[in-house]
């Protein structure tokens, strides 16, 4: 739907900028976006950086980070629980004090588990940790690379029900159709990443070559708008260029504008023609999503690192 076309959906994802990640951080928020995306795993991103960024910015910006287990930083660990727990609080009190701004009390929109652990218990241990901190030194809490039944098994065992679901939208995962849909009948928020990276086709296909030039705009932010027409869905932009940027959140706006105004008719015909490359069902024809019953956490994503 065109209601769903905002750039408060489009997120700025910081992984590998490195050394430039502060500087990329403050332009983006210069430009207009307000929400910025990172990690506490050093391999990819500059947790710090985007804690520089933010304050040379000193706009409301939206901070979302995550947290990494130890065995994903490629360390050895001990696998003991307690270890889990500490790692959990080291990993939030360092977001926390990077993401301080002046003399304010620091806290954090969202924290995602970067991707689920070995086993549920384990999983469940960092989760239930993490829910210490919310509501007031953390807002929400979320999962990446997660599997339905993974983010369904999670919801079913939590005080804090995860709010969002981060992971990469392409055709090798069926476009998470099953998952999407849960997350919209739950009132979960999905994000993707991989959106532009993974989809070449898609993303310069006929469909939304013609809704960029009905519009009036460029192709990627059509693309990205034709994505969160899908419902549900916030998309991480992870360009390094100004220009880019402000065009994206621009063009963006465009698309919305232009969908609900003279070119709705010719949007939703677009929509309904990108919802059948992803493998969308129409809505009147299609089931309540449904949780798998496995009871191992193999099938989770643990590829896909952002």
Same mark, same amino acid.
């Given at each position: 739907m065109a209601q769903h076309i905002t750039t408060a959906n489009l997120i700025y #994802?910081?992984?590998?900028?490195?050394?430039?990640? @502060?500087?990329? +951080?403050?332009?983006?928020?210069? =430009? #207009?976006? !307000? @929400? *910025? /995306?990172? @990690?506490?795993? &050093?391999?990819?991103? %500059?947790?710090?950086g985007v804690g520089d960024g933010l304050r040379r910015a000193v706009v409301e910006g939206i901070i979302?980070?995550?947290f990494t287990s130890p065995d994903q930083h490629d360390t050895k660990w001990d696998d003991a629980l307690e270890s889990l727990q500490e790692e959990v609080h080291k990993s939030v009190s360092s977001s926390l004090q990077r993401f301080a701004v002046f003399d304010q009390e620091p806290y954090i %929109?969202? *924290?995602?588990?970067?991707t689920p652990l070995s086993t549920l218990q384990q999983t469940l241990v960092v989760w239930r940790e993490l829910e210490k901190y919310v509501p007031h030194q953390v807002r929400r809490l979320g999962i990446c690379n997660a599997s339905l039944d $993974?983010? =369904?098994?999670?919801? %079913? !065992?939590?005080? $804090?029900? &995860?709010? +969002? +679901?981060?992971? &990469?939208?392409?055709?090798?995962? #069926?476009?998470d159709v099953e998952l999407r849909r849960y997350c919209r009948d739950n009132d979960l928020l999905y994000q993707s990443f991989?959106?532009?990276?993974?989809n070449p086709d898609l993303a310069h296909s006929p469909v939304v070559a013609r809704v960029a030039d009905l519009a009036g705009v460029q192709l990627v932010p059509a693309y990205y708008s034709l994505v969160m027409g899908l419902g549900g869905i916030a998309v991480l932009d992870g360009t390094t260029r100004?220009?880019?940027?402000? *065009? %994206?959140?621009?063009?963006? /706006? @465009? +698309? !919305?504008?232009?969908?609900?105004g003279h070119g709705a008719a010719d949007w939703m015909k677009a929509l309904d023609d990108f919802k059948a490359m992803v493998g969308e069902v129409p809505e009147a024809m299609r089931r309540p999503s449904r949780c798998s019953s496995g009871t191992a956490l193999a099938s989770s994503l643990k590829a896909g690192q952002l």
């Open positions: #994802g910081t992984a590998w900028k490195k050394h430039r990640t @502060a500087s990329l +951080v403050y332009a983006a928020l210069r =430009c #207009g976006f !307000r @929400a *910025i /995306d990172s @990690a506490a795993h &050093p391999e990819h991103y %500059d947790e710090a979302q980070t995550k %929109d969202t *924290i995602l588990l970067h $993974v983010v =369904c098994r999670l919801h %079913d !065992r939590v005080r $804090v029900h &995860p709010s +969002v +679901v981060q992971n &990469p939208f392409h055709h090798h995962q #069926g476009f991989w959106t532009l990276t993974a100004e220009a880019h940027m402000m *065009i %994206d959140l621009e063009h963006v /706006d @465009a +698309v !919305r504008r232009w969908a609900l």
